[in-house]
């Protein structure tokens, strides 16, 4: 096995021809057809008039958030919004910490590296029509409108709107492969942080749940899938609901994350897929040997760190610089640097533009063998596992992502202390070349796992992950054996998984009262939304009876509170009085307090139980019941009065409770009762059937169509999913068609 440079990756070399560019027109040309909510279905005879139809549909609903962005990837916030302020990154940051991160991306040059590579290592020559199409489209409306006259208050009229660039993109689509790697760790990478509080780790906010169900596990014998992305409700990692259109090419429909040209998650007539973020590494931290200066050493030689200058502008104008280094695996951090020792960020991702050619082909894909083929040619999947199915009813689950090649023996040869306590990524040697990743044959980029190694199984009857790692992915067949670099086997499940699996179980044995077993487009809807189904808390249904011993036993405890609670039927539906009460205990345990530990035999019946014994339980009850009562809010409170987005009331729990359809606030319950507004839990919700007559497909997109306060489509399907409705897709043209609501616009451009 050939060992190569972790920062190799971005230097592959390895590529197939470019394929055949389609013939030049003389501009661009697109139909938006837009059905109820807003949604929009884009037509064009190529892939530049897609893109164009596609940056222009887009910008109607969602102009400011982008134009935000842009201002972000630029480097330019602290000259628009002071250096101090906060940032709009997922994980947001002071906004000189954004600036000099992102003009050290610009400076770096990847993106200019990879675009001058032929695929798959750079773009396809369709993924730049489309590009450079979206670019045009979306610049076309804001010349159209004009920044004085746009719909949406948040950007009318400010100087920090303007046209976007192709470069613009191309930044977007690297730092979506990079947002739980080098994008979550801008402090340690430009120490902009205070020295004693860094924060390395990657963010927690991003997860999902996703079902594939195969022909046995389905009434008609077909595939179908659940897509429950668990992404943030604000900001450019929201959802876009589209469809986009080449006749005889290309017809997707499903979910686009902002600012991308492609459906992440999605369907065509044939094969339907989705994501959950998986736990496997996607960076290393090397520990550099100092040898003087600004230099370390490799295998007793010296080597010089490079010097990355960059320059911020401020409000005032005057220029903020800023002094960079960086070493053969990546940046240096700021953190944990020592007289003796500094580290370095080796990322996977770092030179990752192939993520949306792989969604591309995905969505010309006839088969789940072609879908299949599309994750080996590209190898581009950032940080996510695949779940997919088609017609025939064969259920597929892989990680695909792109993961280190550290090998479980190089890990402990390797193995380097921490600079930072629970950073939770490898640590390695770097003062020696047999510490640097390997090489596999089948990988198209050197330095990361190929397919072979690659966890997957296919099954007839699910598959399924709530972003546990991939060893339960069916109890039937756990999955073991792969290097410990994709997570850990033989753990303990959080609740959140362990209640996915009992949902399924329950369908394919008919006991969750729902009828016959097997799954139906209608049954899985019910599972998820009905209000005797769905909405379980599975840490109450655990330890609900211990509770209840509890209040029996000690009598001093509130006795409103116990009966509150054990009238409460475990759903945290809007009126689901108990809910709230069990949501502010349980956050005052700390940590499950469980009754029966977990037992690697058991995984699905195990942890369980409260551990009333324990004087903390009974502390953590009277500490809630405190609160409610100091503060004058009824144990009864439910979760339609707690939590609400955009003044519509949300359903749901928490992760750590146990709610498959999570929800998160963005703080604490207040002394008024309320919580913060909703800022993320379930995004884009997609059950797919695919029958021998087309896709079945109901959907809802929990936040709305467009982050616009003042559009009708800010909340309309807010309030479907408060009501626990979904949409029928219409996925035909027959369909669309016949759409009431239905608005045709074409747009033409030259160029």
């Known amino acids: 096995m050939k060992l190569v440079p972790a920062a190799a990756i971005s230097l592959a070399l390895l590529a197939p021809p470019v394929p055949a560019a389609e013939a030049a027109d003389a501009g661009y040309s697109a139909t938006i057809r837009r059905t109820e909510y807003g949604i929009p279905h884009i037509t064009a005879k190529d892939y530049g008039g897609l893109g164009f139809g596609y940056g222009y549909a887009f910008a109607q609903d969602n102009l400011c958030t982008l134009a935000s962005w842009v201002v972000t990837l630029r480097g330019e916030r602290s000259r628009y919004f002071g250096p101090e302020a906060e940032s709009d990154d997922p994980k947001p940051v002071a ?128 595939g179908m899938v659940l897509a429950d992305p668990h992404f943030p409700w604000q900001g450019i990692r929201r959802f876009y609901q589209v469809q986009l259109t080449i006749p005889g090419v290309l017809d997707v429909s499903g979910g686009s994350l902002y600012g991308t040209p492609v459906v992440q998650i999605g369907h065509n007539a044939k094969v339907a897929w989705t994501h959950t973020v998986s736990h496997a590494q996607r960076f290393t931290v090397y520990r550099l040997e100092l040898a003087g200066g600004h230099g370390y050493t490799v295998d007793g030689r010296a080597e010089p760190m490079g010097e990355q200058e960059v320059e911020v502008t401020l409000p005032d104008g005057t220029l903020s610089g800023h002094t960079l280094l960086t070493s053969r695996y990546g940046p240096v951090l700021a953190v944990g640097r020592t007289g003796e020792a500094a580290y ?74 921490s600079p930072v306590p629970g950073l939770d990524a490898y640590v390695l040697d770097g003062s020696t070349s047999a510490c640097l990743w390997g090489r596999d044959g089948d990988a198209v980029v050197p330095g990361v796992f190929g397919p072979g190694t690659q966890p997957r199984l296919v099954r007839a009857d699910y598959v399924a992950n709530s972003n546990n790692t991939y060893w339960m992915t069916n109890p039937a067949e756990p999955l073991t054996g792969y290097p410990q670099a994709y997570g850990k086997t033989g753990t303990e499940l959080e609740p959140r998984p362990r209640v996915s699996l009992d949902m399924i179980a329950q369908r394919l044995s008919g006991a969750d ?190 936040y709305s169509l467009s982050a616009n306060p003042a559009s009708p489509h800010h909340a309309d399907q807010t309030a479907l999913f408060s009501r626990g409705e979904w949409v029928t897709e219409r996925f035909t043209a027959a369909e669309i068609a016949a759409d009431p609501h239905l608005e045709t616009v074409t747009i033409h451009e030259g160029h």
Not at 110 to 133: I, K, N, T, W
Not at 377 to 391: K, R, S, Y
Not at 569 to 576: E, F, I, V
Not at 673 to 694: D, K
């Open 95 to 222: 906004n000189l910490t954004s600036d000099v991160y992102y003009k050290s991306v610009a400076a770096s040059g990847v993106v200019r590296r990879l675009l001058a590579r032929p695929a798959p290592v750079g773009p396809s020559d369709e993924l730049r029509r489309l590009v450079d199409g979206y670019v045009a489209g979306y610049n076309r409306y804001l010349e159209d409108t004009g920044v004085a006259n746009l719909p949406d208050p948040r950007c009318r009229g400010k100087a920090w709107v303007g046209p976007i660039t192709a470069t613009d993109m191309w930044n977007n689509l690297l730092d979506l492969s990079r947002m739980v790697s080098s994008s979550s760790l801008k402090e340690a990478i430009t120490g902009m942080a205070e020295p004693e509080r860094p924060k390395p780790e990657p963010p927690a906010a991003a997860g999902s749940n996703a079902w594939a169900l195969g022909r046995q596990a389905t009434r008609g014998r077909g």
């Open 513 to 702: 009262g729902l009828g016959a077993p097997g799954f139906t487009l209608e049954t899985l809807q019910a599972t998820l939304q009905d209000t005797a189904h769905g909405k379980r808390n599975l840490t109450f249904e655990l330890m609900r009876d211990d509770l209840l011993k509890l209040c029996r036993t000690h009598p001093e405890l509130s006795h409103e509170a116990c009966r509150t609670l054990e009238k409460w039927d475990g759903h945290a539906t809007l009126d689901g009085e108990g809910a709230i009460l069990w949501r502010e205990f349980f956050i005052r345990l700390g940590r499950p307090m469980w009754r029966v530990p977990f037992d690697p035999a058991r995984p699905l019946t195990t942890p369980r139980g409260l551990k009333i014994d324990d004087p903390a339980v009974r502390q953590a009850l009277a500490d809630a019941v405190l609160f409610f009562r100091s503060n004058r809010i009824p144990l009864t409170l439910t979760p339609g009065q707690a939590q609400s987005y955009s003044s519509i009331p949300i359903p749901g729990c928490t992760e750590g409770e146990g709610c498959f359809d999570r929800v998160r606030t963005g703080g604490p319950l207040g002394t008024d009762g309320r919580y913060p507004e909703v800022n993320t839990g379930s995004s884009f919700m997609m059950a797919v059937e695919l029958t021998p007559g087309g896709p079945r497909t109901r959907t809802v997109l929990t």
């Open 344 to 417: 370095a960020l080796a990322d996977a991702n770092a030179a990752n533009l192939r993520a949306a050619d792989e969604w591309l082909a995905m969505a010309r894909a006839g088969s789940l063998d072609e879908l299949r083929e599309a994750q080996r040619a590209h190898q581009g999947m950032p940080f996510v596992h695949t779940l997919a199915t088609d017609a025939s009813g064969t259920a597929y689950f892989a990680d695909t992502s792109v993961v280190p090649h550290v090998t479980d023996a190089e890990a402990k040869r390797c193995a380097k202390p």
